[in-house]
């Protein structure tokens, strides 16, 4: 904060009391964020949304309820929506702009940049909802659905171009709940005005808009894209309504198959003809809507509302403004909150999560363990102290804390994708479990998908198993999902890792077919050993005959046997000499010295003594 002050002389007792309690609350503003002397801040939950509002009881339920019915209206119309992600979602609803201004600042800082009314954060912790409340007109709650559409798109169409999520949270966003029905896609009269006055974009180029172009984000351009958005969105939703796959559809599938968005747009029809219907269709009087002809009502009787106290209040801002990456600002009100009350597992939690965004993660970790031991029952700080202390288990009673941790973090929270992913990644690090820790792996992929960083231990669980097919087809969807360079740089990186998984696995299945060789071979000596039968002969040798490498042959004369008994040996190395008293001298060699002297030989034979394999000679 840096603040600076010139001491001029002491000053009279009662007048520094004044100074010093001047200076305390003008801090405790800065660090609260300039919030108003009166502002008192709630929390309402409903089945599925917290609010978090610095306006009037009666307000936060509204929005509370609101969230709750447009949610219902869209299960009931469009059932195969995913329509709750893994993490809790908290709305910041606010009372006006000024404090707007204060959670999402960056808006107000470029003299250019639109101020928009709300706004959609996802976190690996929780999706915020930011949003102020006194917006006129006849839809007041339009915001609140514009933004939640935000949320559904993230879930079910990650890989969305901007226009379509801006325009499918603007078609949604014009809905009416009223006794009877309920009707989306409503025409937006300002959208229809403005187009009217104005010249539309060529699709080529608007179809590629992203985040960072002037037409997202300077004030002067914004409007025709969101304009636009809206238009093209309603226009080919309510032209192919009812077909079983509209072009829109076809489109957006064309994306999630990773085709080129220049080539996917070809299903969206010839473009300049589209640009005309386009034109044609903001300048008609009548335009459809989907009537739902139910009434959609929510009751808040359940809902449970209370008080929050300023140390709450200021953690769960702080938080928000760290996940909109306003490090400096959410650091004052975290702080704030810890003074306030050191014991709040929230605040803790809070810096938990600055700390780790910010690359201090033996700071975030020490946060964490601070928030598990106010709250035994954070599922997040169970997983964040778990995830943090991956990398630095050392012995079997830490590494069986961290395991501990993370499985409870799972046991709170079961829809919480990443916990499963971090229990997956401990146990393939500890060469065990390989079974569960790709079960674990999969689980995080079905309630988070197309998400690369859970593709990546699947990836990896995947090519520990053998399942290298499997493996290589989860890496193609890592590089079809990724969004940015880091997404880019992950799928290298497991690419590299599956090479060293095949490698092992060939060699591995190298490995085990020389040692079946060997094992068949050994098995058809053993076989062909059984069938021979050890003898032993007593005679004077006939003949000698060596030849390379190493053969010797014997023919020795016997009383015993009919005839000569031929003995041979293809290894001399493996015969054994024996002599009796002296011994035959150092210059004894078998190819020259066995010719006339009296040997006990013993030999193998087969069954039907066709050949006779020499094994030891005895000099008598």
């Known amino acids: 904060m840096g603040a600076r002050f010139l001491i001029i002389g002491r000053l009279p007792e009662h007048p520094r009391r004044i100074l010093r309690l001047t200076v305390l609350l003008l801090v405790c503003w800065a660090l609260l964020g300039g919030s108003r002397a009166e502002d008192r801040w709630l929390e309402v939950r409903s089945p599925h949304f917290t609010v978090v509002s610095n306006a009037s009881r009666g307000k936060a339920s509204r929005v509370a309820r609101e969230f709750e019915q447009i949610r219902e209206a869209i299960r009931r119309v469009l059932p195969g929506m995913s329509l709750d992600p893994g993490q809790p979602i908290v709305i910041l609803a606010v009372r006006d702009q000024s404090d707007l201004r204060q959670l999402i600042p960056q808006y107000w800082e470029e003299s250019e940049r639109a101020h928009p009314a709300g706004l959609f954060l996802k976190g690996p912790e929780r999706h915020w909802v930011a949003l102020r409340l006194n917006v006129g007109g006849d839809r007041p709650f339009q915001t609140v659905y514009h933004e939640y559409l935000h949320v559904l798109v993230s879930l079910n169409l990650p890989q969305a171009p901007l226009w379509v999520n801006e325009g499918l949270a603007e078609f949604y966003a014009n809905s009416s709940f009223s006794d009877g029905e309920v009707v989306f896609g409503l025409p937006s009269e300002p959208h229809v005005a403005y187009l009217r006055q104005h010249s539309l974009l060529p699709l080529s180029s608007f179809l590629d808009i992203d985040e960072k172009s002037p037409y997202y984000n300077q004030s002067h351009k914004v409007t025709i894209f969101y304009s636009q958005a809206w238009a093209l969105v309603h226009l080919l939703l309510t032209h192919n309504w009812g077909s079983e796959e509209s072009a829109l559809d076809q489109y957006l599938r064309k994306l999630s198959d990773g085709v080129p968005s220049s080539e996917a747009a070809r299903a969206l029809g010839d473009l300049p003809r589209l640009e005309e219907q386009l034109r044609e269709y903001v300048n008609q009087d009548n335009f459809f809507v989907f009537h739902y002809p139910e009434t959609i009502d929510v009751a808040t009787d359940g809902f449970q509302v209370r008080r929050l106290d300023t140390a709450e209040a200021a953690a769960l801002r702080g938080s928000f403004l760290v996940s909109n990456e306003r490090y400096p600002e959410g650091e004052a009100l975290i702080e704030q909150a810890i003074a306030l009350d050191p014991k709040l597992a929230l605040a803790h939690e809070s810096l938990g999560l600055l700390r780790y965004v910010t690359g201090d993660p033996k700071g975030a970790r020490e946060a964490f363990s601070k928030a598990l031991q106010l709250d035994s029952d954070s599922y997040l700080a169970h997983y964040f102290f778990g ?37 997956a990644t401990l146990l393939l690090r500890r060469q065990e479990g390989e079974q569960e820790a790709l079960r674990l792996a999969r689980e995080a992929c079905r309630l988070e998908a197309n998400n690369p960083k859970l593709l990546q231990t699947l990836a990896y669980a995947l090519g520990r198993a053998g399942r290298l097919e499997e493996a290589g087809q989860v890496l193609g969807q890592i590089y079809l999902w990724a969004a940015s360079e880091s997404d880019l740089e992950l799928a290298g990186r497991v690419e590299q890792t599956l090479e060293g998984f095949r490698a092992y696995w060939e060699s591995r299945t190298e490995y085990a077919r020389q040692v079946d060789q060997m094992e068949r071979e050994r098995q058809k000596t053993e076989q062909a050993r059984s069938s021979w039968r050890t003898r032993q002969v007593e005679g004077t040798v006939r003949s000698v005959s060596c030849t390379a490498p190493a053969s010797l042959e014997i023919v020795l004369d016997t009383e015993t046997e009919p005839g000569a008994v031929r003995l041979v040996s293809h290894d001399l190395s493996v015969v054994q000499f024996f002599f009796r008293g002296e011994g035959p ?35 008598q």
């Open 387 to 423: 995830f943090l202390s991956l990398d630095g288990v050392g012995d079997a009673g830490s590494e069986a804390g961290v395991e501990a941790s993370l499985r409870r973090s799972i046991e709170l929270r079961p829809s919480f994708a990443y916990a499963y992913t971090a229990l």
């Open 585 to 619: 001298g150092g210059d004894f060699h078998p190819c020259q010295g066995l010719t006339g002297r009296r040997i006990l030989a013993s030999y193998e034979t087969d069954r039907q003594d066709a050949f006779n394999r020499l094994l030891s000679v005895k000099l």
